[in-house]
């Protein structure tokens, strides 16, 4: 069995950015490289939204783009320009072929079109157990989430952020296109945190999303009924659903470095990296990918590379207030974007703020619930 120098299992965003940015650095060069998955996963089956100062990285893939977004509640609701932000969309199946494309045009990187069962370590090596055999390697980077450990311990609150989308077209133009719908939660609660999300492709075109944050997931027609009464509030009936989409993303702070090991390191959603107070994974996996690149560079142990951030802290004690108020959900997002601006909102999220802008976002969000979630978290050693 020949061993190659890395292979990386599963190829959703995670797997294939970080393929793609081994593929576009000479340092890789003369590195064997073996990508394993079931299918390479060409279709439009994700839609992944970020926010971002200036054009970025990602620019010939965008879908569409909005300089402004919406927030509504019952007590704060404004149309926010967000520059030098813009909100953007990218659609999966262009990204997956664009990426593909550079992936493939590599010599030493090789794909197999196979499940892969399961990651065995020794001491110099890991063995990846895969229907079509086994295949040896020094460093694994896996995205498959084969350690459901976070959804059975107590210790950190395990949210979902869940939701249904249609992709509708309208018989005229119901849309304002320079406006994506952050959030909106002036729908029923109903106990829980819950909104709709709009995002306008054109005046006639757009995603609506019904999604929560919460633990449990709902029946498929409690999602669709909400995106029906919604539409029919807004006045909008007479259309057609041109695609839809599911999602059920961990929100979650649990340590999933703690399973990282010298060879053996899990990445994108496996490894934690979807921001835990907000769902968002795409641009933290860009983020990560990069600083994986550069750490490969001067350093083999993969379980040194993440390191602790004050904003691990800060996701946990969100997490811990709602997870335990979950109702006031609504009110909670309010007094952020009530009393911050959205750039602040932003960095912060964005993990880029400075401290005084910490203190600023801190102050705003109910002050006696995180204090109890502070002390809670002492009492737990964290």
Wanted: glycine share 6%; charged share 25%; hydrophobic share 35%.
């Amino acid at each position: 069995m020949k061993k190659t120098d890395y292979i990386i299992t599963g190829v959703g965003a995670a797997g294939l950015i970080l393929a793609y940015r081994m593929a576009g650095d000479a340092y890789f060069d003369n590195k064997s490289i073996l990508i394993i998955d079931k299918n390479k996963n060409l279709t439009n089956n994700r839609t992944w939204c970020f926010w971002e100062n200036g054009e970025g990285e990602w620019g010939d893939f965008l879908h569409k783009t909005w300089p402004k977004i919406y927030f509504g509640s019952n007590d704060y609701s404004k149309v926010i320009d967000t520059n030098p932000y813009h909100y953007k969309m990218i659609r999966s199946g262009k990204f997956y072929t664009g990426l593909w494309e550079v992936i493939g045009k590599k010599q030493n990187i090789k794909f197999i079109n196979s499940a892969v069962d399961s990651i065995l370590e020794y001491d110099n090596d890991v063995e990846v157990i895969t229907a079509e055999g086994s295949f040896k390697s020094a460093k694994v980077f896996n995205s498959i989430d084969f350690n459901k450990q976070y959804l059975t311990q107590g210790k950190y609150p395990v949210l979902q952020q869940h939701f249904i989308g249609w992709f509708i077209k309208t018989e005229k133009n119901e849309f304002d296109d320079d406006v994506a719908t952050f959030m909106d939660f002036e729908i029923p609660q109903n106990g829980t945190t819950a909104f709709m999300y709009v995002l306008p492709i054109s005046k006639t075109e757009a995603l609506v999303e019904y999604t929560l944050f919460s633990e449990k997931l709902l029946a498929k027609d409690d999602y669709e009924k909400a995106i029906i009464a919604y539409l029919k509030d807004k006045g909008i009936e007479n259309y057609t659903i041109e695609e839809t989409e599911r999602g059920i993303i961990p929100m979650t702070s649990f340590k999933f470095q703690q399973f990282n090991t010298k060879n053996v390191i899990n990445i994108g959603t496996a490894g934690g990296w979807t921001k835990a107070s907000t769902g968002y994974t795409f641009m933290n996996t860009t983020k990560k990918t990069k600083q994986l690149i550069e750490f490969l560079k001067e350093e083999q142990n993969l379980s040194k590379f993440t390191k602790p951030s004050k904003y691990w802290f800060y996701d946990l004690l969100f997490l811990d207030v709602l997870a335990q108020h979950n109702e006031e959900g609504p009110n909670l997002f309010s007094n952020l974007f009530r009393k911050n601006k959205i750039q602040t909102i932003f960095k912060f999220l964005d993990e880029e703020s400075s401290l005084t802008e910490d203190l600023k976002i801190i102050k705003s969000v109910p002050s006696m619930r995180f204090a109890k979630a502070v002390l809670k978290r002492i009492a737990y050693g964290f």
